[in-house]
């Protein structure tokens, strides 16, 4: 005889598990999906991110289903290349990267894995900056144009607390398809802050960017 339904049971159907801020052993142990390949081929792109997660500098959530990861996200300090870096708060952080394996797509986890990374307050005193860049799009598995895509994404980071901010930054400013986006913490100290407008108009004079 069946087991009738127990209204009080825990048990899901979910095939997915999510991983918040991830250890990087728990990374390892979940092959990635071979088409998360966006930024790197995913075996390199599964080395790069555990041992970013291993350095304690970074936060890498993750997606698992059937014992491999089908998506992630990953947050971390400026590359030291990026005016980001010049910080002197260190409060500046970066989402550096949100994928999701195509066949996964459509189903709420990068919405999931975001709304949950940020849930947890591990950013709530930091400036969290997103660089929306168009040859980052999947716009050829996609079908849809560099400016809607940016439009979809805009409309994802604000659910989890972004905005778009205007940059100088060369490789956003003028080009409609790209955006720079930051989530201000609500404990973010105000040098973080200021530090933060700072660097977004860096070189500028004041009169030059009024908003
Ligand atoms: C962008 C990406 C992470 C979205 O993942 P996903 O799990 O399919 O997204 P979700 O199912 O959580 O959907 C979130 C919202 O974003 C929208 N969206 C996301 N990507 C979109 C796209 N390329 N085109 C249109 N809408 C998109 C969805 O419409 C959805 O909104 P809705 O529920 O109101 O319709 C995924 O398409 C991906 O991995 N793309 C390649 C890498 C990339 O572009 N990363 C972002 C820049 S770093």
């Not at 014992?67 to 550096?96: C, H, M, N």
């Amino acid at each position: 005889m069946r087991a009738a339904a127990n209204p009080e049971s825990h048990e899901t159907t979910d095939p997915v598990e999510i991983c918040v801020c991830c250890d990087a052993e728990r990374l390892e142990r979940h092959p990635f999906h071979p088409d998360l390949n966006v930024f790197r081929p995913s075996q390199r792109q599964q080395e790069a991110l555990v041992k970013l997660a291993a350095s304690g500098e970074g936060c890498v959530s993750a997606a698992f289903a059937a014992g491999r990861t089908v998506a992630y996200v990953a947050l971390q300090k400026p590359d030291r290349f990026e005016r980001w870096s010049e910080d002197p708060t260190g409060r500046i952080w970066e989402l550096g990267a949100v994928e999701v394996a195509p066949e996964w797509r459509g189903r709420g986890l990068a919405r999931r894995l975001l709304k949950q990374t940020f849930a947890v307050g591990l950013f709530d005193d930091k400036i969290v900056i997103a660089q929306l860049l168009s040859w980052h799009y999947d716009t050829d598995r996609t079908g849809v144009s560099p400016f809607t895509y940016r439009e979809a994404l805009i409309r994802l980071y604000r659910e989890v607390g972004f905005r778009v901010w205007r940059t100088n930054d060369p490789e956003i400013a003028g080009r409609i398809e790209n955006a720079l986006m930051a989530r201000i913490g609500a404990k973010a100290p105000p040098e973080a802050v200021e530090s933060f407008h700072k660097l977004r108009l860096a070189g500028s004079a004041p009169w030059d960017f009024p908003f």
